[in-house]
């Protein structure tokens, strides 16, 4: 898998378990869900992913996005 793919997953992983703890534990779990939108939308404009940083430094193999 990819560093670009693996962005993605951790990511749309991350909406998705905060959007169900929004529902089954607090509302305030919305907030980290506006971070991870707001994060993947930065990073389509600047390149900028802290993510892909760490992926990098543990040997994922790079993809088209974060070379």
Excluded at 19 to 29: C, G, N, P, R
Aim: glycine share 8%; charged share 10%.
């Amino acid at each position: 898998m990819t560093l670009d793919r693996m962005v993605l997953a951790f990511a749309g992983s991350f909406i998705l378990i905060s959007l169900l703890l929004s529902l089954l534990h607090s509302h305030y779990w919305l907030w980290f869900t506006a971070f991870v939108g707001a994060n993947l939308l930065q990073s389509s404009f600047t390149g900028f992913c802290p993510l892909a940083i760490i992926l990098k430094f543990f040997g994922v193999k790079e993809g088209a996005a974060f070379k």
